[in-house]
């Protein structure tokens, strides 16, 4: 696997938001219904993800719930924080390796995204035992960064849905490390996991 262009002995710090478009579509492609949730994405220079979804209730936005790929821990955690619970989803096995995105020998073109030149990877699903691809993704080769996918899901017996999920107003500083914190937070007990590894979808395989 190549990883050209990503030659860099520390991850690259990221601070940005994040927007994720929801279409539920109806057997002609007809949107049925459209939601769209905005958030922030954070990754320090040890690997370690969050990711935070606010609330606009009360006219204010809020945080109300968010993921943490804890790289210290080696624990991925769903986090709420209305009741400041952090809850053991999944363990983290390897370190984090970002510059699998810089792979060009799978990549499908290129593209910039929201200011970042993109490699351009298939996502894909299995469906009926056959691996077929749903959607794009768009790695920065440059960062080890997930920009954007596009992908339209449609398991078995569920709606058909489109989902774009992308980062904006992207800065490489690194983040307030007590966003990782979780000396406020319980703990309670570990729940069936919702993923094995830290993504922006855990539903969809990208393959690079």
Do not use: W
């Not at 993704?137 to 596009?150: M, N, T």
């Amino acid at each position: 696997m190549s990883s050209a262009g990503f030659c860099r002995a520390q991850i690259t710090p990221v601070v940005a938001k994040q927007r994720i478009v929801t279409d539920i579509l109806d057997s002609e492609g007809n949107i049925v219904t459209h939601s769209e949730t905005i958030g922030r994405y954070l990754r320090s220079s040890s690997g370690s993800t969050i990711t935070q979804v606010y609330s606009s209730a009360g006219g204010k936005p809020l945080i109300q719930s968010g993921q943490l790929a804890d790289y210290s821990r080696h624990k991925i955690y769903q986090l709420n924080y209305d009741r400041y619970e952090a809850v053991e989803r999944s363990d983290l096995l390897d370190s984090p390796h970002p510059e699998y995105l810089a792979n060009t020998s799978t990549a499908q073109g290129q593209e910039t995204v929201n200011g970042l030149p993109c490699l351009i990877h298939g996502i894909y699903m299995t469906i009926d035992g056959k691996k077929q691809q749903i959607g794009k993704a768009y790695d920065s080769a440059v960062y080890g960064l997930h920009v954007k996918e596009d992908a339209i899901i449609e398991p078995p017996g569920g709606p058909r849905t489109h989902r774009v999920v992308e980062l904006f107003d992207i800065s490489f500083v690194e983040p307030d490390p007590r966003e990782f914190a979780l000396d406020k937070f319980s703990f309670p007990a570990k729940q069936p996991a919702a993923c094995t590894k830290p993504a922006v979808s855990t539903s969809l395989e990208s393959l690079k």
